[in-house]
Nanobody, 128 residues
Framework: QVQLVESGGGSVQAGGSLRLPCAAS????????MGWFRQAPGKEREGVAA???????SYADSVKGRFTISKDNAKNTLYLQMNSLKPEDTATYYC??????????????????????WGQGTLVTVSS
């Protein structure tokens, strides 16, 4: 029943910005943990940012101060605002959801294995 659809990817020069929306259905933003992950060719999928049911956020060290995760509960949409983009940010970005209980205790860990629902991904390419 869960459906996640990312969009907003594209090509941008270093230093530029992009905002990725994720339209979600079948999830409860007030309870569930939502996250953004990315995967570059030849690399493992890694956590980028997460937000729990009450709005607490966490970020990978590599994106702190540059990326912001947010959600609009009324619109059932998750966002990733990416500023000051670097070539190393180039990857396919995925929206993900976990419907496990007590997300405030574990959501910040951004563990790939705790997320069972995934979007199709959107490609972000940052040129130098």
């Amino acid at each position: 029943q869960v459906q996640l659809v990312e969009s907003g990817g594209g090509s941008v020069q270093a230093g530029g910005s992009l905002r990725l929306p994720c339209a979600a259905s079948g999830v409860q933003f007030s309870r569930d943990c939502m996250g953004w992950f990315r995967q570059a060719p030849g690399k493992e999928r890694e956590g980028v940012a997460a937000i729990d049911g009450v709005g607490s956020t966490s970020y990978a060290d590599s994106v702190k101060g540059r990326f912001t995760i947010s959600k609009d509960n009324a619109k059932n949409t998750l966002y990733l605002q990416m500023n000051s983009l670097k070539p190393e940010d180039t990857a396919t970005y995925y929206c993900a959801a976990s419907r496990r209980l007590y997300s405030d205790y574990w959501c910040a860990g951004q563990d790939v294995n705790t997320f069972a629902e995934w979007g199709q991904g959107t490609l972000v390419t940052v040129s130098s």
